[in-house]
């Protein structure tokens, strides 16, 4: 079983910067591919950003391309990632998932992903 748990969310102004991380239990700690999703009530859970699990590549959303960073580090079993240029439409639930699997086709999409934490608010005040 692998267990991942976000923090890091919190209220910030447009255009300032947060950084979320995601701890994961030791078994995904580099053998899995990591993702962010976000999620707006109402609306369908959004591809943020993934990494492989060497590290790299990455892929990220063009809505947030340029403006956030997904990095991870193996040895304390984490991921972060670092928003910056923040908009009034970043704000979301954020959730971290991760995969076995990493597909080249499919790794934006959330059923791909088989475990997933409880997720972290994130809000940005215009």
Do not use: H
Request: aromatic fraction near 12%.
């Amino acid at each position: 079983q692998v267990r991942l748990v976000e923090s890091g969310g919190g209220v910030v102004q447009a255009g300032g910067p947060l950084r979320l991380s995601c701890a994961s239990s030791e078994r995904a700690s580099s053998t899995y591919t990591m993702g962010w999703f976000r999620q707006v009530p109402g609306m369908e859970r959004e591809f943020v950003a993934v990494i492989r699990e060497s590290g790299g590549p990455t892929y990220y959303a063009d809505s947030v391309n340029g403006r956030f960073t997904i990095s991870r580090d193996n040895g304390k079993n984490t991921v972060a990632l670092q928003m910056n240029s923040l908009k009034p439409e970043d704000t979301a639930v954020y959730y971290c998932a991760a995969d076995q699997v990493f597909s080249l086709g499919y790794y934006f999409k959330s059923d791909r992903y088989e475990y997933w934490g409880q997720g972290t608010q994130v809000t940005v005040s215009s």
